[in-house]
């Protein structure tokens, strides 16, 4: 591969370096450009002499200001980078670049399981939710077991999982910010592959009494009875019920529990459901440089399909959208749903604030060393994968989805609280696109990996599902790719195509976002 560099907007002052080796000191390119400096992949070159203070340029921004003086051919690192303010939230545009509605996208489909309350899943999964962690060793001896002595009887249903958590107890459950982990819960236990109805696994004790879990629901004690028929009643059985005597007890009255609702699930069959049912959330995580040119863009393209299609888009990651947030004011379709984008901004200062942090803790050793340095340059990055379209809604922390189109979904940025919040919110397909590799992945949902190089999904070929690096490389557009993704999704969505990390069983702990104090 002969010497190649992306500069993505004319006005850019730097660029990054796309040769999977890097590109030493001397390296001449067909621009006139020379780098008087080894430069390592993915990170970035200055294309002109910047003179100390002066802008740097990437992605037509600002993304910080030259510490020293830099000339043409040096290696852009963090510490010649001084970062700039993020953007006031006091005059940002609000509503006054909203995209005309799109052209609808129809005749998509996918083949998922429809459920009493509504909703889609692309999984069929018997899940056990728990009220506290005291209980959680318990629920999972029991699965073992089920997962040997039963599923094998139950070929149409595809796991069994607990909705465990930290949560529950020694904490301040009456705290305002209590009401995030708290809903966050309820709603994981409620998920669309779980078939929306939960089954509650209570220690009896516990601050998190399964009424506060659930409180539209109608608890029914199941270590006294199954009822005689589910319609939409979750049920909850107590570990320290009289009735159970022993361990032993307790577990085998986990799996009785367990095949009522095996037994329910196994009768189901995937149908024919429109795009529009998927409710679809995008994430980054081990991002670089280069998260931004490809990857990012394609699942933005992919967002846009989805769009048209009709069904519901989620971004979210706080931090690392703070920075860009005066490119997403002026797309809100009305003044007030700008607003509530400020004020998830602003709570989120807030809370930073209070425990003496700033956005630019976000940034990771590995984000740096992959080119990028600092949150200002990640957030132009990766606001990329909200697409185009109108911001149609904005959900606080452990809401649920309700509407079709894009909508931000207040979460952190860490990989597995923001993909745990997203689940709560509904989320029964996930889009995750890295840079530098992570074998992250959900119990509860598909979890599509789209790699930023070349380099990277070629190391990691049983891992990534999509490889957007072809991009950088001139082998394929955005647009190639981002109907490459969109069929994928389909596929995934419908059962037709497992993802890697389903084949190797490569699934993260659940991770609610818990604000408040613990006592």
């Not at 209980?135 to 039963?150: D, G, K, M, S």
């Not at 879990?213 to 608890?219: C, D, I, M």
């Not at 529990?257 to 189901?268: I, K």
Request: proline share 7%; glycine share 10%.
């Amino acid at each position: 591969m002969k010497p190649h560099y992306v500069q993505v907007r004319p006005e850019d002052n730097v660029a990054i370096i796309v040769n999977p080796e890097g590109l030493p000191a001397g390296t001449a390119f067909d621009s006139g450009l020379s780098l008087n400096e080894a430069v390592p992949h993915a990170n970035k070159v200055a294309l002109l002499d910047i003179s100390s203070g002066q802008p740097i340029r990437r992605y037509g921004a600002v993304i910080g200001y030259a510490e020293r003086d830099i000339p043409a051919g040096t290696w852009v690192r963090e510490d010649l980078v001084r970062m700039p303010e993020a953007p006031s939230l006091e005059s940002l545009a609000l509503a006054t670049e909203v995209p005309a509605p799109p052209e609808p996208l129809e005749g998509y489909t996918f083949e998922g399981f429809r459920n009493r309350d509504g909703s889609v899943g692309t999984k069929n999964i018997l899940g056990l939710a728990t009220t506290v962690q005291c209980v959680a060793p318990t629920v999972e001896h029991a699965i073992a077991r089920i997962r040997t002595e039963l599923l094998p009887r139950y070929s149409n249903v595809d796991d069994v999982i607990s909705v465990s958590h930290a949560y529950g107890c020694g904490v301040a459950i009456d705290a305002p910010d209590a009401a995030i982990p708290i809903r966050s819960i309820g709603r994981l236990a409620r998920h669309p592959n779980l078939g929306g109805e939960p089954l509650v696994v209570s220690l009896g004790c516990e601050k998190m009494q399964p009424d506060r879990l659930l409180p539209q629901s109608q608890l029914v004690n199941a270590s006294k009875g199954l009822p005689p028929v589910l319609e939409l009643q979750p049920y909850v059985m107590r570990l320290q019920d009289e009735e159970l005597r022993g361990f032993g007890s307790m577990v085998e009255a986990i799996m009785r529990f367990a095949e009522r609702r095996l037994t329910e699930l196994d009768a189901r069959r995937r149908v024919t459901c429109p795009a529009a049912d998927l409710v679809v959330g995008v994430q980054c995580g081990g991002s670089d440089a280069l998260s931004g040119v490809t990857a990012n863009p394609t699942v933005g393209f992919a967002a846009d399909l989805l769009v048209r299609a009709g069904a519901s888009v989620m971004f979210s990651e706080v931090t690392e959208i703070r920075d860009a947030v005066h490119l997403l004011t002026p797309r809100c379709a009305t003044e007030d749903i700008a607003r509530d984008l400020i004020r998830e901004m602003r709570w989120y200062d807030d809370y930073l604030a209070r425990g003496k942090a700033d956005r630019s803790a976000n940034t990771t050793p590995g984000n740096k060393r992959g080119g990028l340095a600092n949150i200002v340059e990640k957030a132009l990055g990766s606001v990329a994968k909200s697409g185009t379209m109108a911001l149609t809604d904005v959900i606080s922390h452990g809401e649920k989805v309700r509407s079709k189109g894009l909508t931000f979904a207040a979460t952190p940025a860490g990989d597995f609280v923001c993909g745990t919040q997203q689940l709560a919110a509904g989320m029964n397909l996930h889009i995750f696109t890295t840079g530098r590799g992570t074998p992250y992945g959900l119990a509860m949902a598909p979890v599509i990996k789209v790699s930023s190089n070349t380099a990277l999904a070629e190391r990691w070929y049983d891992l990534i599902d999509l490889d957007a690096g072809r991009i950088a490389s001139g082998e394929a557009t955005i647009e190639q790719v981002g109907w490459e993704l969109f069929r994928l999704m389909l596929d995934v969505a419908s059962g037709r195509k497992k993802v890697w990390t389903d084949h190797w069983g490569l699934h993260n702990a659940l991770s609610p976002f818990n604000p408040g104090p613990v006592t």
